[in-house]
């Protein structure tokens, strides 16, 4: 009984090609995140969703699209994948935006 | 553009406290001070949060000075569970609320 599950763990693919990560929250929250984790370790926020309205689009490339297809789960769809795109994904949630987030275990996208 | 500075690391011997401090100068009157933790190879964990007032939970104590320039995470009895990078992070205010992270505090507990 994951709080917030991610899948894949692990994912590794060739430049160009597109991918998807998907995120599911069991917690009943209406918030949704999606972080970006670089090597240098430093944890950025990418997106987030409030009752499936997007609330927060920082400085993406469209390349990346999330989707909502109802409160419990958060996608982040990935065109044109590039090298810089390695890193680890994470999603997270919270029961409105003003409380702590729950994050899930993770996903390593690893582009060649 | 974190707004907070923490040292980068830190160690503590196993069932002494572990003392966290962290600069945050620049606060705002309305931002809250989180603390977070990320253990090795996992997603972040939520471990307390303060406005103003020192805040208690089962977890942590936080002991946030009057001028809110600055805090303290106190893990009073340290166990070798709690090795991790520890995050002190301002809540922006406003619509987004969102979280600036900076780059934490990996906190080594040793036996």
């Known amino acids: 009984d994951t709080a917030v599950s991610q899948t894949p763990k692990y994912l590794v693919t060739q430049m160009g090609n597109d991918k998807s990560i998907k995120c599911e929250q069991n917690?009943?929250?209406?918030?949704m995140y999606w972080y970006k984790q670089d090597s240098k370790k430093f944890l950025k926020i990418m997106f987030s969703y409030n009752n499936k309205e997007l609330i927060i689009n920082e400085t993406v490339p469209n390349r990346f699209s999330p989707k909502s297809p109802d409160k419990a789960h958060l996608n982040l769809h990935i065109n044109s994948l590039e090298l810089g795109d390695s890193a680890v994904y994470f999603c997270?949630?919270?029961?409105?935006?003003?409380?702590?987030?729950?994050f899930g275990p993770g996903t390593r996208l690893t582009v060649l | 553009d974190a707004k907070t500075t923490q040292p980068p690391s830190m160690d503590c011997a196993e069932g002494r406290a572990a003392n966290l401090p962290c600069n945050h100068s620049t606060i705002s009157g309305n931002e809250y001070v989180y603390w977070y933790r990320q253990i090795h190879s996992q997603g972040p964990q939520y471990i307390i949060h303060?406005?103003?007032?020192?805040e208690t939970n089962e977890m942590a104590s936080l002991i946030i000075t009057e001028d809110r320039k600055s805090s303290t995470l106190i893990l009073p009895h340290a166990t070798l569970r709690d090795t991790a990078v520890y995050y002190c992070?301002?809540?922006?205010?406003?619509?987004?609320?969102?979280?600036?992270w900076g780059l934490g505090t990996s906190l080594a507990v040793n036996p």
């Open positions: 997270a949630s919270s029961k409105s935006l003003a409380n702590e987030q729950f």
């Open positions: 303060g406005l103003k007032n020192n």
């Open positions: 917690l009943g929250h209406d918030t």
């Open positions: 992070i301002v809540r922006v205010d406003g619509n987004n609320r969102k979280l600036i």
